[in-house]
């Protein structure tokens, strides 16, 4: 998250459409142009600020948010649980895109062909083996129970939720400086890798989950820019992706789960996967603990959390909360410097963003198309100390959209595709259509 606005004020109005929900309320950024663009993408990052870049060109359906993404907290907020989850394309998608848009499956219309392999690999192994298949972009492994039976998964209860108050936001800045001479925090308890992997055709399954009051993590892995990188000869890049311990404010030597806590004022939590990157996310910064996003063209972030009023006018963002999805290639790089791809519209969308010190809403704002976008009118109630929201961006087709969830929405581990149909096309949404010409304009 950057200060920055993504576009005019005449524009920003016209991008969203902030309507009442079924009494909760939700921002539909509908629209989103299908034509081929270009970003600039780190080749590689080096010491000495080497930092390459070459277009990489995306179109249609969410792009480039189908790309990996990964959350990122500002606080101060107390983040009680999330969810990550990706629609099982077991076949195409049997759900009706927005008006004007291009339902893009590519990405995930090979999930089921790389579930069949996996399970013809678990044949060929004995019970109890571990077994290892890239499934939906992400590597995963279990171990082996099938033994040739039926390979239909038994799939979690479906989550029916209701909906209820608030509304989202736009843009902040980077973090404190990390100090270079600090201690890493003592281990604690690591997340699992356990993953959902299959919801049936339609429905959305869920591929990382956290309970702060369980301290429960699946899936996921707790990152900040924590990490002072350094060489023998002096040359650094500053601050870089590092484990982060379970106070969500020092360093941890590896994955730890983080604890029921309010992240302070101007500190920031960056979430991604729990899959390594090990040379195969692209360019990462030197020294750097980087993971795999969350990708794929059809994708729900959920979280619950608190945002409680500090006062603070310390630093460039004190009481300021928020939360916002980003291009993971942004964060494995540069997240807030020259070598990044954010600059020129890799993607970025806040979900929910204070924008002035104090204020009691936040606010949702979309950077795309070198950084053009918008930004809703109108925010959702910030929840202040002793209450939470539950808040959902879901992105699909060529639509971006937030919900406010009800109170008894249970995180279960699959979400009905009829559940996310309902949020997208109520009848009291008017969304309105983003004009496909925005983004043509140089940054």
Request: charged share 10%; aromatic share 8%.
């Amino acid at each position: 998250m950057h200060n920055f606005i993504a576009i005019g004020a005449a524009l920003a109005a016209s991008v969203a459409t902030v309507v009442a929900q079924n009494g909760s309320t939700a921002i539909q950024f509908s629209g989103i142009p299908q034509r081929i663009r270009t970003y600039q993408k780190p080749q590689q990052f080096q010491f000495g600020g080497n930092c390459p870049m070459a277009a990489q060109s995306y179109g249609n359906g969410i792009a480039p948010l189908d790309e990996e993404l990964s959350m990122v907290f500002r606080g101060p907020i107390s983040i009680k649980q999330i969810a990550v989850y990706t629609e099982d394309t077991t076949s195409h998608s049997k759900r009706t895109p927005q008006p004007g848009s291009h339902h893009g499956n590519h990405g995930h219309q090979h999930f089921h062909k790389h579930r069949k392999e996996a399970r013809a690999e678990e044949a060929k192994r004995a019970v109890g083996d571990e077994v290892v298949a890239t499934i939906n972009g992400q590597v995963v492994s279990w171990a082996n129970n099938y033994n040739g039976g039926s390979s239909t998964p038994t799939p979690g209860p479906v989550q029916q939720p209701a909906a209820s108050p608030a509304v989202p936001a736009n843009a902040p800045a980077a973090p404190a400086a990390a100090n270079k001479n600090a201690s890493p925090s003592p281990p604690a308890a690591a997340p699992s890798s356990a993953l959902s992997v299959s919801a049936g055709t339609g429905n959305f399954a869920r591929q990382a989950y956290y309970n702060a009051a369980s301290a429960t993590a699946q899936g996921l892995t707790f990152l900040a820019n924590n990490l002072w990188a350094e060489n023998s000869a002096g040359q650094t890049v500053g601050n870089v992706l590092g484990h982060v311990a379970s106070n969500g404010v020092s360093q941890a030597n590896s994955p730890t789960i983080l604890e029921d806590c309010l992240i302070p004022d101007n500190t920031e939590i960056i979430i991604s996967s729990n899959q390594a990157c090990n040379g195969g996310c692209g360019a990462t910064a030197p020294m750097s603990q980087a993971y795999h996003g969350f990708e794929g063209p059809s994708k729900i972030f959920i979280a619950e959390y608190s945002m409680p009023v500090t006062g603070s006018r310390s630093g460039l963002n004190g009481d300021k909360p928020a939360f916002w999805v980003l291009n993971t290639g942004a964060v494995n790089t540069q997240q807030y410097g020259a070598c990044s791809c954010w600059a020129t519209g890799c993607g970025e969308f806040d979900v929910h963003e204070v924008l002035q010190s104090g204020d009691d809403h936040g606010y949702a704002s979309l950077h795309m198309w070198g950084n053009y976008g918008g930004q809703a009118p109108q925010g959702v109630a910030r929840p202040m100390e002793g209450t939470t929201h539950k808040i959902a961006a879901v992105m699909t087709g060529s639509t971006v959209h937030v919900q406010v969830l009800d109170d008894g929405f249970g995180f279960g581990t699959e979400i009905a595709g009829s559940v996310v149909q309902g949020w997208l096309d109520d009848k009291s949404v008017q969304p309105f259509v983003v004009d496909t010409t925005l983004g043509d304009a140089p940054v």
